[in-house]
């Protein structure tokens, strides 16, 4: 008992010492240029209205809503999909064939879409604005191989984040005539 009595205040004392880099929560033009690419900005329609039309975006374009907590503005979703890849199937032939080797290719994927929506605020009081919001999207995917290994890639492509917007502009007009 006093043995664990020591290691356990010899751990805390060791995490007493761990130090946060300087740098650490330093954001980046990088990181801004990123997050202004999956965030857009809706005013004039209710949070409640802009969750339902972006669950219904979602479920549109396939998704399966896995997790919804409307209070917090979350909402998170998913979708299976193919990944074979014809590239990287003639890859793993020309391996095979020059080594002997079997090297593991895509087999299929879980894309993931994560959404945020937080009101705007304004001034240094950071009043909020009344019907302003922002979205905020972010798309994974988690790819399973032949061999039954994984790995994860978050997807930054552009055209994929303007679609998602585009879409889920006329979804808002859509969700606020009650169409």
């Not at 004039?44 to 997790?67: C, H, M, P, R, Y």
């Amino acid at each position: 008992m006093r043995i664990a009595a020591v290691v356990c205040a010899g751990s805390i004392l060791l995490a007493g010492c761990v130090t946060v880099p300087p740098d650490a929560f330093v954001v980046t033009q990088q990181q801004l240029a990123k997050r202004q690419i999956e965030t857009r900005r809706y005013d004039g329609i209710k949070e409640e209205e802009l969750l339902a039309a972006v669950s219904n975006l979602l479920q549109d374009t396939g998704f399966t809503l896995e997790n919804s907590e409307a209070k917090l503005g979350l909402l998170s979703a998913s979708k299976q999909r193919d990944a074979t890849h014809g590239g990287e199937i003639v890859a793993a032939i020309f391996v095979a064939v020059l080594t002997g080797v079997v090297t593991p290719i895509s087999k299929d994927q879980t894309i993931r879409a994560s959404v945020v929506v937080r009101p705007v605020q304004s001034g240094s009081e950071g009043e909020i604005v009344k019907d302003s919001f922002f979205v905020r999207v972010t798309f994974q995917r988690i790819v399973r191989r032949t061999d039954n290994s994984t790995y994860v890639q978050t997807l930054d492509d552009v055209e994929l984040y303007q679609d998602f917007f585009d879409k889920l502009s006329k979804a808002v007009f859509l969700e606020g005539q009650k169409i």
